[in-house]
């Protein structure tokens, strides 16, 4: 894992401006691979969180210092029902989430390197529950390009300026992770389509202590099938 660029990164490399490119992997995934699931919000939990004070907001590149974790206000967060229970877990943004104190809990029990929180007062009819504003500080590739269908492109930004960015985008077919992510490691946000990850054991301890509102899919679902799982 301690390499310069990842393989990913040596691909991109490879465009000129504006070129589009398809990589096609060498050897499909049996769906046996990794112990990562790509986690999100579950969309059968329909209670509102909502972050009041969020005028500034921190960013998770060290480059980009706008505000420390530890610097915020106490996150406000007003809390409220739709149709059905309140779950423990919201995204705010790529590396931004709200999760109750149980989900802090258990990953910093395990890779506590991963993140950074702040205690949050809710609001509403979540008045009193303890909540926290969560960073995933951990961002990384690990693609395993062998088997993973990506389109490359690199894009122009702006329609009238010579500015250009490059992107990366997974197939249908979804994507493998490469096997050399180190044993430690439990929680990270990969860096192209900003999806949280978290490992089998974390997974475990999340359902053994009760957490609700979320939906786990093995990142090769789409073409293998993986049956993923709902808390």
């Known amino acids: 894992m301690d390499r310069s660029k990842s393989d990913v990164e040596l691909l991109l490399d490879e465009l000129a401006p504006g070129e589009k490119r398809e990589h096609v992997r060498s050897v499909a995934p049996s769906g046996a691979e990794g112990r990562f699931w790509v986690v999100a919000q579950n969309g059968d939990t329909f209670g509102s969180v909502q972050w009041v004070n969020d005028d500034t907001r921190p960013s998770y590149l060290p480059q980009f210092p706008i505000i ?54 809710a609001r509403g009819v979540g008045k009193g529950l303890e909540f926290c504003l969560v960073m995933i500080r951990r961002e990384m590739d690990a693609i ?17 300026r010579e500015i250009y960015g490059k992107r990366v985008y997974y197939h249908p077919t979804g994507f493998c992770l490469r096997d050399d992510i180190p044993s430690n490691v439990h929680c990270f946000v990969e860096p192209y389509g900003g999806m949280l990850l978290l490992s089998n054991e974390l997974m475990a301890r999340l359902a053994a202590t009760g957490v609700r509102g979320l939906h786990a899919r093995h990142p090769t679902a789409g073409e293998t099938g993986v049956t993923g799982m709902y808390l």
Do not use: W
């Open 144 to 160: 395993d390009i062998n088997k993973t269908n990506l389109t490359l492109h690199y894009k122009k930004i702006l329609p009238d």
């Open 68 to 121: 420390e974790m530890a610097d915020l206000q106490t996150p406000i967060l007003q809390v409220d029902l739709r149709e059905s229970a309140l779950g423990d877990f919201y995204r705010v943004s790529p590396h931004l989430y709200v999760f109750r104190s149980t989900i802090v809990d258990c990953i910093r029990e395990l890779d506590a390197n991963a993140i950074e929180f702040r205690r949050a007062e």
